[in-house]
């Protein structure tokens, strides 16, 4: 079966950059995704097609995607970015998601 | 705007079938491009895909589900369903339906993402 690693945790001050990591083998000639998901909330689509913005998701989120490792990075934090991230992939036959990573903003 | 909302019994009990139905509305479930989809996620934990189906009648499955699982589609009643025989406590979860995009790029390869999500139904084993 196909993984997808991600850190459990990355903390972060308000106004820097946090940047989350998402491996998995190939990943760079999947297409990868990121949900945002707060306590007691659905999961939300931050960005799809390894890069690419939702409308209504601040421009402060951007992704890259490249050799073994996707990467979620988040410029200027805000204390309400604070919430799971979950990377997401497709392995041609099924859906996997990462672990998950909890942001904390100190 | 479309709008998913899982629906179903809280409770199950040992070696019974949970059947959960979300339903679609603000557009259509045969809307061509997508698929429909069951997210499942443990108290405490992340998150895990059970499957998909489309109106066109294809379907995924994770493969430490499938033989467990059926997701069926109801284009009439704009729903679909899924259904999990021989439950135990490892099923105890809070369930999610999604709307799951299916796209092409330039190269003629596949990309998906899950831009809807109902707001979860709570499921809980009771023996």
């Known amino acids: 079966s196909y993984d997808l690693t991600q850190p459990p945790s990355v903390s972060v001050s308000p106004g820097q950059t946090a940047t989350i990591t998402c491996s998995g083998d190939d990943l760079g000639d999947k297409y990868a995704s990121w949900y945002q998901q707060k306590p007691g909330q659905s999961p939300v689509l931050v960005i799809y097609k390894d890069t690419m913005r939702p409308s209504g998701i601040p421009e402060r989120f951007s992704a890259s995607n490249s050799g073994n490792t996707a990467s979620l990075t988040i410029s200027g934090t805000q204390a309400m970015d604070e919430a799971d991230y979950y990377c997401?992939?497709?392995?041609?036959?099924?859906?996997?998601f990462g672990g998950g990573t909890k942001v904390t903003v100190l | 705007q479309v709008q998913l909302q899982e629906s179903g019994p809280g409770l199950v009990k040992p070696s019974q079938t949970l059947s959960l139905t979300c339903t679609v509305s603000g557009g259509s479930i045969s809307s061509a491009g997508y698929y429909w989809s069951w997210i499942r996620q443990p108290a405490g934990k992340g998150l895990e895909w059970i499957g998909r189906i489309n109106t066109s009648g294809s379907s995924n499955y994770n493969p430490s589900l499938k033989s467990r699982v059926t997701i069926s589609v109801a284009a009439s009643k704009n729903q679909f369903s899924l259904k999990v025989t021989s439950v135990t406590a490892a099923d105890t979860a809070v369930y999610y339906c999604a709307r799951e995009g299916e796209r092409r790029d330039g190269y003629n390869r596949y990309y998906y993402y899950m831009d809807v999500w109902g707001k979860g139904t709570t499921v809980t084993f009771s023996s």
């Open positions: 997401q992939a497709w392995d041609g036959s099924t859906v996997v």
